[in-house]
């Protein structure tokens, strides 16, 4: 296994084993419901593939995101989610890939404790996304279908301000790419993500 492919697996295991983990964490102090805002980074792995491709390997880059948003509840919070996600593919040269998702998000603290889950939906816009047609790479600009789901633990430090780690995997559907007579059919990108944040409220 690379280590490419161990930081999305981590990623992975982290979502699987936090339901798990959070019966031991400390109940939250009470938290405002004014502005929500959460800046950091985190250690990305992506994949590219599309039905009939081949077999291609696990790019490793990092990425910064962003949310803003409101306190709905003590346990809920809704706001805009923004990740950009800078990458280099080597397809006769390098080729940069720069993906910007951009995305509603609602996050839930279900055990009145630090652990949290996230879940994100709308568009990922993909610039030189890198599929092999004819010889050729064509740089691209496409849209496509986004996904999140990122879980992980925050710690207050003071009543506004606090930190989190978390896991998470977003996936861009592009749908079908053609490029002259040739059509690369469920076009998709997986993103494996370990990172952390500043969470202000």
């Known amino acids: 296994m690379t280590v490419f492919a161990a930081r999305g697996h981590l990623a992975l295991i982290l979502i699987a084993l936090a339901p798990a983990l959070a019966f031991a964490q400390t109940p939250a102090a009470p938290e405002s419901r004014g502005l929500w805002i959460v800046a ?23 990425s910064v995101m962003g949310i803003v948003g409101k306190s709905i509840t003590r346990r809920t919070r809704g706001g805009l989610e923004i990740m950009w996600v800078p990458g280099t593919a080597v397809a006769g040269g390098t080729v940069p890939i720069r993906t910007t998702y951009i995305m509603g998000t609602a996050e839930f603290h279900p055990w009145s404790g630090s652990f ?34 990122a879980a992980g ?49």
């Not at 950091?40 to 880059?61: F, I, Q, R, V």
């Open 40 to 62: 950091g980074g985190s250690s990305t792995t992506l994949l590219g593939d599309c039905t009939g491709c081949e077999a291609k390997t696990y790019l490793h880059t990092g």
């Open 116 to 149: 949290f889950v996230r879940f994100s939906s709308g568009m990922a816009f993909v610039r030189n996304w890198t599929i092999e047609l004819n010889g050729e790479t064509p740089p691209l600009t496409s849209k496509a279908f986004a996904l999140g789901l």
């Open 153 to 201: 633990w925050e710690w207050r430090f003071t009543r506004r301000f606090g930190a989190q780690v978390f896991g998470a995997q977003h996936v861009a559907a592009l749908g079908d790419l053609t490029a002259g007579d040739t059509t690369a059919e469920n076009v998709i990108g997986n993103y494996w993500s370990v990172g952390g944040a500043v969470v202000i409220r």
